[in-house]
């Protein structure tokens, strides 16, 4: 039985239909675009401008406090720099306790005192000199706001903590290391569990963490350390140095391992597309330097011309088909609204 336009489910590419056949105005297609939230109405343009002229006003703010510091930091007494931040920094807390942390201004004055803890602390740094490594900054910055991001239920601040526990880590790590491949192993566990973590707290129906912006984020970040952590693995395969690390030989297993657990669950379970593209890029990437690896290992007998023209083809193929999957996926979610 054939089902009437009209009956079927309201989609973008539907609704498109209809206005092309002459069942839908343009007017009245674009009502409905904006019910079905495919086209922002106006509240939420207006929400958005609010969201967005509160951040650019807290991060002005916080630049100008450190370029005050940078500009007259000769001139002023090591007790007023700290007096001066402290003040600011109570002030932000008493704006926050006043405003309320449900409310999206108390929640930016929360976040503004948790940045001008780390200016604290780096004036501090500078005014007696204390030699202190970038990571004890960095962690210590987390540990001094880790109160405030618990009872501040604000997307960003928890952001916030794993940018600071990423530089912390990463900084301490960097120091004395043969290799990277220690140091893009615990960022990438570090990222990858933030993202499941932060992933299934979203779906236990944590409303604060409903934000996809984090995630996308958090994501970029791990593909970016196990991506690195695979071109380690080409660029010392076949392991001929007794002075690799232990861990190495396993990265194919990591990347391809994570790699098909995120195109599960968010070509299945969860609609994100922007981490799907992600994930096909890595692939993309990760198969194209391998390529390249074998290419150049037998370069005297491919030829140079003939492996320009392999590997450009297989650039090509692989992004032909990784285009239409996510087409394909994109449509199959369209459908399923």
């Not at 609010?50 to 007494?77: E, K, Q």
């Not at 990571?135 to 940018?163: E, K």
């Not at 790699?259 to 992600?278: E, K, M, N, P, Q």
């Amino acid at each position: 039985m054939e089902i009437h336009p009209l009956d079927e489910q309201a989609t973008a590419s539907s609704l498109r239909e209809l206005a092309h056949s002459g069942h839908l105005s343009q007017p009245a297609l674009e009502r409905a675009l904006i019910l079905i939230g495919q086209i922002p109405s106006a509240d939420r343009w207006r929400s958005l401008l609010n969201i967005a002229l509160l951040a650019l006003g807290a991060s002005f703010m916080v630049s100008g406090i450190v370029f005050f510091f940078a500009y007259n930091w000769v001139d002023l007494p090591a007790f007023f720099k700290f007096g001066l931040i402290e003040a600011a920094i109570l002030l932000c807390v008493g704006l926050a306790t006043y405003l309320k942390l449900d409310t999206l201004a108390g929640k930016t004055a929360l976040m503004v005192a948790a940045v001008l803890v780390g200016i604290l602390q780096a004036v501090y740094g500078q005014v007696y000199q204390t030699g202190a490594d970038s990571y004890q900054l960095f962690l210590g910055w987390a540990i001094l706001v880790f109160g405030w991001v618990l009872v501040s239920r604000h997307a960003p601040l928890w952001f916030l903590l794993l940018i600071l526990l990423n530089l912390g880590v990463g900084a301490y790590l960097s120091m004395g290391l043969r290799s990277n491949v220690e140091l893009e192993t615990v960022l990438f566990v570090l990222n990858a569990t933030a993202l499941f973590v932060w992933e299934y707290a979203r779906q236990r129906g944590i409303a604060w963490l409903s934000a996809r912006w984090p995630m996308r984020l958090i994501a970029c970040a791990a593909f970016l350390a196990v991506v690195m952590l695979m071109f380690e693995f080409l660029s010392g395969y076949p392991f001929t140095d007794t002075a690799s690390p232990a861990l190495l030989p396993f990265a194919p297993v990591v990347y391809f391992g994570f790699a098909g657990i995120v195109l599960f669950l968010y070509s299945r379970a969860i609609s994100d597309l922007f981490i799907l593209t992600i994930t096909a890029f890595s692939l993309v990437v990760v198969i194209t330097a391998g390529l390249l690896r074998f290419t150049f290992n037998s370069s005297s007998e491919l030829g140079g011309a003939f492996s320009a023209l392999y590997i450009g083809g297989a650039i090509v193929v692989q992004m032909a088909v990784a285009f239409y999957w996510l087409q394909k996926v994109a449509r199959s979610k369209e459908r399923s609204q």
